[in-house]
């Protein structure tokens, strides 16, 4: 199963995405890989890109509106991608 297959059925799970409209945006997705402590979307910057981890894990940190924190999330994508296809 390629990449943007794995995607596709994931979409399809989380989002009831049909394939028609996954098809709209298939040549929107890009791969990009990013090493431990690489940073997806900077503090203070407008998270412009929407992301889909397909190998390992992805740890998030929300602040609340007074800069109180941080809560930590982290999921193991391995497990959410199986979940899904």
């Known amino acids: 199963m390629t990449d943007i297959d794995t995607l596709r059925g994931a979409l399809a799970h989380f989002a009831q995405m049909d394939e028609e409209s996954f098809n709209l945006s298939k040549d929107c997705w890009r791969i990009r890989t990013y090493k431990k402590g690489d940073i997806y979307n900077p503090v203070g910057s407008i998270c ?15 602040f609340d509106k007074h ?15 199986r979940a899904t296809t």
Do not use: Q
């Open 67 to 81: 800069g109180f924190g941080p809560k930590h999330i982290a999921k193991a994508c391995r497990e959410l991608a």
């Open 48 to 62: 412009r890109y929407l992301g889909f981890t397909m190998e390992g894990y992805f740890r998030a940190y929300l």
